[in-house]
């Protein structure tokens, strides 16, 4: 697949977003030449859109990868790849965001990135560990002049779109209402395990594109779930229509205009993720999927604790849970 034939969104900000996104986030994490030689491998399969995080540690590798994709002549520019990072809850305060995408930038070894989301609508004491970490930790958190920040990151060019993640509909609309740049993104988990059929009417609705991680409900993964993969009406689907579960599962995400983010370091699993773009599903096929058992994989309890900002899991999901 060559670059021009990767299909695009072109998000409110006027710039274009590949539809299908490779993931980037691992774990044990290889070493970052043997990460960066996976995402060369993407390139050359025909992925143009990375989605990395401060909090990832693939900052460098993808970087790496462009650089050397652009000398090996697979691309002919870093302008062919579109790069999202995402701001850590340590950094997500005014006067810190700018900071932290510039860090993000130098472990990229670029200049600008093509998306800049805010990770988690949370923020955490510096020095917070990304993962497990104490929730005294947890800070208030100042949405709008966090989001404010955003925006200047966008003026100065260091950002070409600014979104969110994590983010449910009463968040977004204290933005909308104070925002001169809107999310042109909002990424949370999606898949036919959690459908997110409430928030994603609502970001169209709104000119937000809704881009799913955990598309296949983190299926293999210590936090995953086996919602997705062993579901048995999509392998009724996935037989009928001789292609695997996760195609199917990709494709649904796919058809209800949301942006996929995928994560194999498998070059024939890479392949067969881009092949979503080769079939469709049935409008049968389509109402079947909405019978799948719906139930979040990632719940957020993380973030909740008494002294923070959500005492309650409907807090953080604005209801949605």
């Known amino acids: 697949m060559e670059a021009e034939q990767t299909p695009a969104v072109i998000l409110s900000s ?37 989605d990395t995080a401060a909090v990832y540690g693939s900052e460098e590798a993808v970087g790496l990868a462009v650089r050397k994709a652009v000398e090996r002549g697979l691309i002919k520019s870093r302008e062919e790849i579109f790069v999202t990072s995402k701001l850590f809850c340590t950094d997500a305060h005014p006067g810190l965001v700018i900071p932290g995408l510039k860090h993000s930038l130098e472990r990229l070894g670029l200049d600008y990135v093509d998306l800049y989301l805010i990770h988690w609508p949370a923020r955490l004491k510096q020095g917070s560990p990304p993962f497990n970490f104490p929730k005294e930790n947890l800070l208030p958190f100042d949405i709008i002049g966090t989001w404010k920040d955003m925006e ?16 449910g509909h009463k968040k977004l609309t204290q933005i909308l209402q104070q925002a001169t740049i809107p999310p042109a993104v909002n990424q949370v988990e999606m898949n036919v395990a959690w459908q997110q059929q409430n928030l994603l009417k609502f970001c169209q609705e709104k000119d937000i594109r809704l ?10 993964a210590p936090w995953g779930s086996p919602g997705v993969m062993e579901s048995p009406i999509l392998e009724e689907i996935a037989a009928a229509k001789h292609k695997t579960v996760a195609q199917i599962a990709l494709r649904w995400v796919y058809q209800q205009g949301a942006i996929p983010i995928v994560k194999s370091f498998n070059k024939q699993r890479m392949k067969e993720n881009l092949q979503i773009l080769e079939f469709e599903l049935s409008q049968d096929e389509l109402e079947k999927i909405k019978k799948v058992s719906q139930r979040r994989t990632v719940s957020g309890d993380g973030w909740i604790h008494e002294n923070g900002p959500y005492k309650t899991l409907e807090e953080l999901w604005d209801g949605d849970v």
């Open 14 to 50: 006027g710039h274009r977003m590949p539809w299908i996104g490779m993931g980037t986030v691992s774990n044990p994490f290889p070493a970052t030449d043997i990460l960066a030689s996976i995402f060369i491998d993407a390139i050359e399969t025909g992925y143009r859109h990375f």
């Open 152 to 167: 200047e990151c966008s003026r100065l060019g260091l950002a070409k779109s600014i979104g969110v993640s994590n983010y």
């Open 211 to 220: 881009s799913a991680w955990s598309p296949l409900s983190g299926y293999g």
